[in-house]
């Protein structure tokens, strides 16, 4: 429970109801015990940090002034959520956020009416709150509907068709522009250079509004002025793309002054038709540290808010470890390599890369489907470009992968991160389903590595093959497996048996081999490390189909059209009729949690397997411990 004597003012905070009956004058304190706030609980539970922080005085704003829930706030990605959920009945259980059975991450419709539009994907608010807008309006409700999106969400393509829109239909929509330089690392591109110089025209925007605010509204010398700023903002700041799209741009205004962000959305707020505040906020403002460092404190673990986070000490490589140092490497041995990353320089593992080879490295911004077929564009010419990308993320590129890579058989590596059971960021994160969305494609070469040295071995098979292959690796460390230094290929196509046994096969993909290579030892099954999704080695399993009699799939995806359907699909054209046990994620999306948890309760965790197993077959029991070997 909350401290009342440390937040007498947090503290009696229940609902924005409760936000609403203070005055102007006591907002700044209760900004100042929230963000207090949000330091100490994030520093006992960890989650995402910097973003919460730079939006403490506009959350308070925003719940003052409108009337939440009926008035619609839509949360743009959602790490700048925090102040939000604390502010809107959550408090007491924000240290929960990642936790399994916790509060979610982002905004979510399930767990609160004050979250409108559930996110975890950037660039959707303005598309959401549009729609509400448009609907509240068809229908003469009055309600105000209001989009946060931070400037990093706004350099992708769906913000600006958006934009595009929602000029042309003109609804009483108001967007909020967070603009803190920064989206987990720097921004990127041209909306990033188009702010700064909005930025340094406050002196015109201070002249504009003195010029405007001293004379009637709607009369000639108004009108005149209206016309002359059009004018003087084309000659002095090179774009006013927001209101040449049809929004009427306010600001900047800087975000962490209450009684100027007061005024600011109380105007905005009684225009009609779509409205763009301009907002300057600073990531982890507040928090020395997190100020410093940006990047670093964007989402973090336990810490002592004191010192501030402690770097770990080196352990073993994560499978994005293990893709950094191979794409150094691959690089200094194949000029036609570029690598292109989405906004995730830092989680896809591209920092070193981007500063041994900065010229070949391309950081396309928020921009999912620019990114494929940027990589489609450099492969027409002969270059040999990578993707990096997680999983979920992907799933915003698919027209573009099929469309723009797979018809036309161009030479594009996809390093796929965090596919399979990601864990504490929810469903909106996981990779449950890269191995079903891509092995339907034509020409894809689809890998799923088993520890860190095949991972390695893998990427350099997709980039030797000579058209679009996929390596999908999961989030953190493997097994633990010595990595090689050289870059070796495998043949496409061909899986490695790890163990042989009679009578039951276990047929594993990727991450789970491990699991299931144990659960194999004990019941004297064989255990065969599949490698490759597409194509299977057929070769093999019809020499199986031969010598066993009954088969267990096992893959960290959905079941739904995986790897595991692959393999009875090939079954049923040979005309085999074997009993097969399918094992993978549920047909549902799973929650939050670690991803120890969301693997047990998938069942394709070690002890999930054998009670799968041996509820459909008892006669597999297990063997003798001297009796089990490896072959």
């Not at 009342?4 to 700044?28: F, K, M, T």
């Not at 509060?103 to 959707?124: K, W």
């Not at 981007?354 to 990589?375: K, M």
């Amino acid at each position: 429970m909350i401290n009342q004597e440390r937040y007498p003012r947090l503290s009696r905070i229940n609902s924005p109801a409760d936000v609403r009956l203070l005055g102007d004058a006591e907002l700044p304190d209760l900004a100042r015990e929230l963000r207090n706030y949000l330091i100490e609980s994030v520093a006992t539970s960890g989650g995402h940090f910097g973003a919460g922080l730079g939006v403490i005085e506009l959350t308070v704003a925003l719940h003052y002034l409108f009337e939440t829930p009926q008035d619609r706030l839509v949360w743009d990605v959602g790490h700048q959520c925090y102040p939000h959920k604390i502010l809107t009945g959550r408090r007491d259980r924000i240290t929960t956020v990642k936790k399994k059975d916790g509060l979610a991450p982002f905004p979510r419709r399930e767990e609160s009416p004050y979250d409108t539009f559930g996110v975890g994907h950037s660039s959707t608010s303005i598309s959401a709150a549009l729609g509400m807008a448009i609907a509240a309006q068809r229908k003469g409700d009055p309600r105000r509907v209001v989009a946060v999106i931070g400037d990093g969400a706004a350099t992708a393509g769906m913000a600006f068709e958006a934009l595009n829109h929602g000029g042309d239909v003109e609804p009483d929509l108001l967007v909020v522009l967070n603009d803190n330089g920064m989206s987990i690392s720097e921004n990127v591109g041209a909306m990033s250079k188009m702010l700064a110089r909005l930025l340094s025209s406050r002196r015109l925007n201070w002249l504009r509004d003195r010029a405007k605010n001293a004379m009637p509204r709607g009369g000639f010398l108004w009108r005149f002025i209206k016309r002359w700023e059009e004018h003087v903002k084309g000659m002095f700041v090179p774009s006013t793309l927001f209101e040449e799209l049809g929004f009427h741009y306010t600001g900047p205004i800087d975000g962490h002054d209450l009684p100027a962000l007061l005024h600011a959305l109380r105007t905005v707020k009684e225009l009609k038709g779509p409205q763009l505040l301009h907002v300057v906020t600073t990531k982890g403002k507040g928090y020395a540290p997190a100020e410093r460092e940006q990047i670093e404190y964007h989402a973090v673990g336990p810490f002592d808010p004191v010192k501030g986070v402690t770097k770990k000490a080196p352990g073993k490589p994560t499978y994005t470890d293990v893709f950094s140092d191979w794409l150094c490497d691959m690089a200094a041995a194949e000029p036609r390599l570029y690598g292109i990353t989405p906004a995730m320089r830092e989680g896809s593992g591209l920092v070193r890369f981007s500063q041994e080879y900065p010229r070949r490295y391309f950081d396309v911004a928020i921009a999912e489907q620019h990114a494929v077929t940027l990589a489609a564009g450099m492969a027409c010419e002969g270059a040999k470009p990578v993707v990096a990308i997680y999983s979920t993320f992907l799933q915003r590129a698919y027209d573009q992968l099929i469309h723009d890579v797979a018809i036309q058989n161009l030479d594009v590596t996809f390093a796929i991160d965090r596919a399979g059971v990601v864990g504490p960021d929810g469903a909106t994160h996981a990779g449950s389903f890269d191995l079903s969305y891509l092995r339907c494609i034509p020409n894809m070469v689809v890998m799923a590595p088993s520890d860190e040295n095949e991972c390695r071995r893998m990427l350099t098979t997709g980039l030797a093959y000579d058209g679009p292959a996929a390596v999908r690796y999961p989030r953190g460390t493997g097994p633990g497996v010595a990595i090689e230094p050289e870059l070796t290929t495998l043949p496409i196509g061909k899986a490695e048996v790890r163990r042989r046994g009679t009578g039951l096969a276990l047929l594993a993909f990727g991450a789970t081999v491990a699991a299931a290579d144990a659960v194999a030892l004990e019941l004297g099954a064989t255990l065969v490390n599949m490698r490759f999704v597409k194509p299977l080695d057929e070769e093999l399993l019809r020499e199986l189909a031969r010598t066993h009699t009954a088969f267990v799939t096992v893959e960290d995806n959905a079941i739904q059209g995986g790897a595991g359907s692959a393999v009875a699909e090939f079954f049923n054209a040979e005309g085999a009729t074997l009993p097969i046990l399918h094992l993978g994620l549920p047909d549902a999306f799973l929650d939050h949690g670690s991803r120890e948890e969301l693997l047990a309760h998938s069942g394709v965790d070690k002890n999930g397997i054998r009670a799968a197993v041996l509820a459909r077959w008892p006669q597999f029991q297990p063997a003798p411990a001297e009796l089990r070997s490896a072959v």
